[in-house]
């Protein structure tokens, strides 16, 4: 049974669940937007979306296996620890993008399958091997993440000039830097040992700080810009939003009133609290349309 245990355990790990559930999460948004209903059609879409997520996580694991070798967050993953061995992560990612694809083909839409393979392609084959060159990589990165949105909302039968979708893709691409941003302070020691630039041979610790506060309050200000676009109409689901936007700044001030150094610890809350606020306004967005559709 332990063993068992174990062998899910890594295969977890390899599939990176901490990232690729939000992901489908944020595609469930996109499509009720466009199609308020929970389906077996909708959960074909969000599992599809899923399983290339995964496939895309183990592929760049496969790349970066010697980098994570090196780093302490990451030396333990199936790969550098030879829990799994390199052919069988090879068949993990064949077979969840495979699963993924074809979940996703169930759509019949020539764009959905086509951003689905385009977000496969931009997070391996572009942002993985451009973010050993430039911590600035985080920029085209950020695409990925904007895109299941817009998966999930063209299987929906949404329209892709629709300005609603994109202002979703809009909030979900400007969180996509502080998320990154945070991550390379938390672990900077850790990226430079595996190899990787990292911001500081760019911008001192203070900018960083005051740069990351001022995309937390870009991201909360197109959060609330999302209304204007018709993708609300109630007045309490605005003041709720605008509610958490606020205590999101409040909670994060401290990056531009103090200087952290290389104290983690308060980067470490701030990358929690966006990630939280992110995740609770994916499912307060999600109720309102299901509800008063």
Known sequence: MNKIKNILTQYATLAK????VPVALSAFLGFVLARPEISLYSLAIVSGVFFLACGSAALNQLQEKSEDGKMNRTSKRPLPSKNLTTEKALIFTITMSVIGVFLLSLSFNLWVIGLGLLTLFWYNAVYTPLKKRTPLAVFPGAVIGALPPLIGWMSG??????????????????WQIPHFWFLFLIYEEDYKRGGFPTLTDIFSHKQIQRISYAWIAALSSSCLLIPFFGVTSSPITYLVLF???AVLLWRTKGLVFHYYSKQTTPFRFAFRDINIYVLVVVIILSFDKLLNH
Do not use: E, S, Y
């Open 17 to 20: 669940l901490r990232i690729t």
């Open 157 to 174: 039968g949404g329209a892709i000039t629709n300005l609603q979708i994109w202002a979703v893709c809009l909030f979900f691409f400007i």
């Open 243 to 245: 509610g958490l936007g």
